[in-house]
Nanobody, 127 residues
Framework: QVQLVESGGGSVQAGGSLRLSCAAS????????LGWYRQAPGKEREFVAD????????YYSEFVKGRFTISRDNTKNTVYLQMNSLKPEDTAVYYC????????????????????WGQGTLVTVSS
C-alpha cells in the first residue's frame, strides 16, 4: 500500500520553528520527487516547496523562501520541511505529495492531481 504520513505539526508562537516529516512506504522513494503544500482555512491548497529525486535541486514559493528548507533522506524514505521564523499567516494544514514528474509538483493547481498525497498535519502559529 502506497502511503505518505506527515508528522511534526503543532502550535507555536510567531518567530518560532517547527520541523515537519513525511514518511513514505509502498513506493520506490528515490524514484519520486516530493513536495509540500498547505491549505489554510477557507483557502485553496497551495504549493510550498519541492525537491527532486536526489535532493540536489529544490524550489520554493516566494512566501517561504529564506524561511523554510525542504530536504530528504532517501535511506529513511522521508522528506522534511524545516520551518523557521513562522508567521501567523503560515497557519494551515500541511500536506506532502509525491510524483515521478518533478515539474508537476510546482505546477500543481487546486483541483489538480499528483500521484500520492499524505493526510496532512496541522500547523498553528499564534501572534
Amino acid at each position: 500500500q502506497v502511503q505518505l504520513v506527515e508528522s511534526g505539526g503543532g502550535s507555536v508562537q510567531a518567530g518560532g520553528s517547527l520541523r515537519l516529516s513525511c514518511a513514505a512506504s509502498g513506493l520506490t522513494f528515490a524514484s519520486y520527487s516530493l513536495g509540500w503544500y498547505r491549505q489554510a482555512p477557507g483557502k485553496e491548497r497551495e504549493f510550498v516547496a519541492d525537491i527532486n529525486w536526489s535532493g540536489g535541486t529544490t524550489y520554493y514559493s516566494e512566501f517561504v523562501k529564506g524561511r523554510f528548507t525542504i530536504s530528504r533522506d532517501n535511506t529513511k524514505n522521508t522528506v522534511y520541511l524545516q520551518m523557521n521564523s513562522l508567521k501567523p499567516e503560515d497557519t494551515a494544514v500541511y500536506y506532502c505529495a509525491a510524483d515521478r514528474l518533478w515539474t508537476r509538483l510546482r505546477n500543481y493547481l487546486p483541483g489538480g492531481d499528483l500521484e500520492v498525497w499524505g493526510q496532512g498535519t496541522l500547523v498553528t502559529v499564534s501572534s
